[in-house]
Nanobody, 124 residues
Framework: QVQLVESGGGLVQAGGSLRLSCAAS????????TGWFRQAPGKEREFVAV????????YYADSVKGRFTISRDNAKNTVYLQMNSLKPEDTAVYYC?????????????????WGQGTQVTVSS
């Protein structure tokens, strides 16, 4: 089992920045990836970014490219999401998730473990 705990959410003005953290405990997998997803009220959960645990390869949704950066600290078993130039449309609950042997990075249904989420609110 893997336990994931997100932190770092909050209220920020448009144009501001936040850094989310996803701390993992329990079993680790060398063939895994950690992704960030978000879900706004009344909308489906959408992919934001992902980082592979072994090679550290990263992939982003087009809507956040150039503004968000995903990174990892293997020693701390923690993945970060640095969010800059935030927009009101970034407002959502942000979730981190771990998937093993993923065939698609952006399909939430393929991820095996999820955190409880952290709220990000961007005011205009």
């Amino acid at each position: 089992q893997v336990q994931l705990v997100e932190s770092g959410g909050g209220l920020v003005q448009a144009g501001g920045s936040l850094r989310l953290s996803c701390a993992a405990s329990g079993r680790t997998f060398s063939n895994s990836a950690t992704g960030w997803f978000r879900q706004a009220p009344g909308k489906e959960r959408e992919f934001v970014a992902v980082i592979t645990w072994s090679a550290g390869s990263t992939y982003y949704a087009d809507s956040v490219k150039g503004r968000f950066t995903i990174s990892r600290d293997n020693a701390k078993n923690t993945v970060y999401l640095q969010m800059n130039s935030l927009k009101p449309e970034d407002t959502a609950v942000y979730y981190c998730a771990v998937g093993v042997w993923l065939t698609l990075w952006d399909d939430a249904a393929l991820y095996d473990y999820w955190g409880q989420g952290t709220q990000v609110t961007v005011s205009s």
